[in-house]
């Protein structure tokens, strides 16, 4: 398992894997004023850009492919059909991807998630299917994890990062009888630029039952830029 060099994606035995690119984000970015009809381009223009550069036979989504929540959007569906004439698409089933199997070029996971060899992948807003508890890594989406940061004359900054975090045994075992005792959890960044939830502010509300039940110490994680960078843990940032 790699993490990339500068990009929220993770690479593993040929797969390229990512989460939340909410393709179709322009018809919400209108309603808001905002016009940039090129915006999912640019996101398959990035992706594409990695799955060459890092030779991806597949690319493994964990959810939330589209913004569209109930539907199939047309800019969703063309992106994927240019996608799968690169490379297989496995879709793990997000919160948003009601009718993502209409676009009849991916294999669709339920939200359970599944394990690819030896990584437990899942989207993070339901219970995760119980063999992924037994894997040595669970990597999430959902959450797109972003550090918040104050400079010296008071502006505020904010970056995506990796989030690594250690298992709560205790609180596991009120969900799941049996688990590796060494799993970590690793939350990803959201590919898509424009989602972000502040991992460092104790007052936001974490998404997902895994971080809602307290199953893994979110509040002792370890950060890491997307440079591979080490920012510290949660609890003294």
Known sequence: MKFLYDAPGILHKE???????????????RAKGIYDEQFTERLFSRLKELILKYKAKKVIFLGDVKEEIMM??????????????LCEIIIVRG????????????????SEGFVYDKLGLAHG???????????????LGHQHPMFMKKD?????HSEPVWVISEPDEK???KHYKKFNKKIKLILLPAFNPLVGSTINKTENVQFGPLLNNKLFKLNSALLLRLNGTQLGRTNVL
């Open 152 to 156: 010296s004359m008071g502006k505020i």
């Open 72 to 85: 199939l959007d047309n800019k969703t569906a063309d992106t994927l059909s240019k996608l799968s004439l």
């Open 171 to 173: 609180n596991i075992l």
């Open 125 to 139: 807003h339901s219970w995760p299917a119980k063999e992924l508890m037994e894997c040595e890594y669970i990597i």
């Open 95 to 110: 919160n948003h991807d009601g009718g993502i199997e209409n676009c009849g070029c991916a294999k669709i996971i339920p």
């Open 15 to 29: 797969a390229l894997i990512i989460g939340d690119t909410h393709f179709g984000m322009e018809r919400k970015l």
